[in-house]
């Protein structure tokens, strides 16, 4: 297991920016996975991007354009760059770790999750 520690949550204005990170306990190098989901109130958590371990990026379509994220291994962290921030942005952002482990018996996946930080977006 790995511990993740989340920062960078905050109030902003629509139009705004925010820089999330995560950073873990030990080494990621070897998770398949690095990604951030949200959670609104009354709504179910969602993907909003994932950074694989090869480089490989992907994003929710309603952030596309507007959010980056970044995996720096050395610093064993996670970044998510969000710009021009809209009021539907606002939720509990969430740091997953996902490791994908192989047997005789076939693929285990290994979830570690963060605490949460705040993002509201709001005028």
């Known amino acids: 297991q790995v511990q993740l520690v989340e920062s960078g949550g905050g109030l902003v204005t629509p139009g705004g920016s925010l820089t999330l990170s995560c950073t873990a306990s030990?080494?990621?190098?070897?998770?398949?996975?690095m990604g951030w989901y949200r959670q609104a109130p009354g709504k179910q958590r969602e993907l909003v991007a994932l950074a694989a371990s090869g480089g490989w990026t992907n994003y929710t379509d309603s952030v596309k354009g507007r959010f980056t994220i970044s995996r720096d291994n050395a610093k064993k962290t996670v970044y998510l760059q969000m710009n021009d921030l809209k009021l539907e942005d606002t939720a509990v952002y969430y740091c997953?770790?996902?490791?994908?482990?192989?047997?005789?018996?076939?693929?285990?996946?290994?979830?570690?999750w963060g605490q949460g930080t705040q993002v509201t977006v709001s005028s």
């Open positions: 997953n770790a996902r490791k994908v482990i192989y047997s005789d018996d076939g693929p285990h996946v290994l979830d570690d």
């Open positions: 030990r080494s990621i190098l070897s998770v398949n996975t």
